[in-house]
Nanobody, 127 residues
Framework: QLQLVESGGGLVQPGGSLRLSCAAS????????IGWFRQAPGKKREGISC????????NYANSVKGRFTISRDNAKNTVYLQMNSLQPEDTAVYYC????????????????????WGQGTQVTVSS
């Protein structure tokens, strides 16, 4: 079964850090661009970062730029999202998504659909 699985979410205090992982099952990620998205209760889904298949290109939403870092280890078939200086407004369910059709393009919101989505991992930032 082809699927993406996010992990690493949890409860963290403001100013803290978390590292999310996005692991693939049933396929290899090295042919896919990977995007990270989040959705807070009552809000629209927000694209926050994307990395190309090689890891050579990455982009970030202004809301996370300078605080979050996307990376990938294709040998481990995993993409990471390092989140620092977390704030309550970062509270959301975080999802990763994989796109094979244009793997070298690292734009977050794509005019074509991502091929696979994970089930999400909850991140809660609260004191």
């Amino acid at each position: 079964q082809l699927q993406l699985v996010e992990s690493g979410g949890g409860l963290v205090q403001p100013g803290g850090s978390l590292r999310l992982s996005c692991a693939a099952s049933g396929f290899t990620l090295d042919s896919y661009a990977i995007g990270w998205f989040r959705q807070a209760p009552g809000k629209k889904r927000e694209g926050i970062s994307c990395i190309s298949s090689s890891g050579g290109s990455a982009n970030y939403a202004n809301s996370v730029k300078g605080r979050f870092t996307i990376s990938r280890d294709n040998a481990k078939n995993t993409v990471y999202l390092q989140m620092n200086s977390l704030q309550p407004e970062d509270t959301a369910v975080y999802y990763c998504a994989a796109d094979k059709s244009h793997p070298t393009i690292a734009i977050i919101t794509r005019p074509w659909p991502y091929d696979y989505w994970g089930q999400g991992t909850q991140v809660t930032v609260s004191s």
